[in-house]
């Protein structure tokens, strides 16, 4: 059950999975020329798409190639109040079970032996899990990521309750023995982070991360450079893969040496740093804080002077930015959203900034809050919403499967004007 549900085409040989991926994304953008008929616009093309669609482009690697796994703490199939593991089930049907993910195969088997050894430590630990906030208990989620350098960074929740600074440094200490002195010292972890939430989801500044034991960070190279990643920055789960998806945004931008590449949703700045040797300048925008601090980082230690990186909401940032822009060389735009899409602000400003002649959009989920995105881009001006540039339209489709074993992939659409 846990394999179908983390990984629904893990029983497909990986040819029919692409096959599988490919009709899927052909239903997008089907669904986006019908959209944008509706909005009387001609944008009907061959198959009945609104642009041409490539076949998907395979992941270089196709098993354990996820770099970063969450995994929850709650009961499990025997019961036990602290397994650490994947949730099947839903919270509608009450039958929501957590599964050891030893099995599953998106997963290496790095990030298996952390989450066995934590799971080893809570059940050691006097202190329950904490399940339900309301109810008390301390131990929740641990996430793992990893780098093909070698290192292994540790996150572990923690939920204070009413647990008072002493209680709390105890509980840090035994945490930080039992993996470096421990059991879980098999797992030569490079950082060990202790985060206290009374949030589902907690960024740094609402409650920092606190390293325990460690590096404060662990670093990737990709396309030639190095990375640097902190417990919260975005990087593409599938480095590989990201390899080969950067390498296509970089052909698909056709950037010339005096264009601006505008980097809108940067993370630790990974595409626009990869690219800035093509371009004049590259502006990255981003609302992690500490992934502009890696993005920063990542360009002074590889040399790279032509970026610079604004931090804060796309929505704040960009608009600024755009109506002020004067600057007469070509200004290339690639956005990667989150899965909540680009926020209509940021969306208007692309619109109204008439040097923006070419954009990449980069969806992990082109059917969802991104689809209003491509219409937004692509409709007829309107005074009302003051969309006043000219409309985008779709030209070409490329799917990228970073995600082997699911029904997911990362759609590039180019767009132009």
Known sequence: RLANAVTPLWRLPYQEQLQVKYENQRKILQTLASRLEELGIDAQKPGGLCCPLQPVVP???????????TFSVNRGPDGNPKTVGLYVGTGRERNIVCVKANHVQN??????????????????????SCILFHEGGHWRELVVRTTSCGHTMAIVTFHPQELGQEALATQKALLKEFFTCGPGAVCALTSLYFQESTMTRCSHEQSPYQLLHGAPHIFEKLLGLKFRISPD???????????????????????????????????????????????????????????????????TFNGISNCEFHTGKAEAVLPQLLASWEDARPLVAVVNPSRAGLHYRVVRAIRNCRSIRRLLYISCKPEGEAMRNFLELCCPPDPQKKLAGEPFAPVLAIPFDMFPHTVHCELVLLFTR
């Open 59 to 69: 992941s270089p690697i196709i098993n354990g190639y996820r770099n970063k796994s």
């Open 107 to 128: 997963i290496p088997s790095k990030h298996k032996q952390v989450a066995q050894c934590y799971e080893e430590f809570i059940c050691r630990s006097p202190l329950d």
């Open 233 to 299: 920055a975005f990087f593409q789960v599938n480095t590989a893969g990201a390899e080969v998806l950067y390498q296509a945004v970089g052909e698909l931008c056709q950037a010339t040496g005096d264009s601006v590449l505008l980097d809108i949703c940067c993370g630790t700045g990974t595409i626009g740093l990869s690219l800035a040797h093509r371009v004049s300048k590259v502006i990255g925008v981003e609302v992690v804080e500490k992934a502009i601090e890696d993005a920063e980082w990542n360009a």
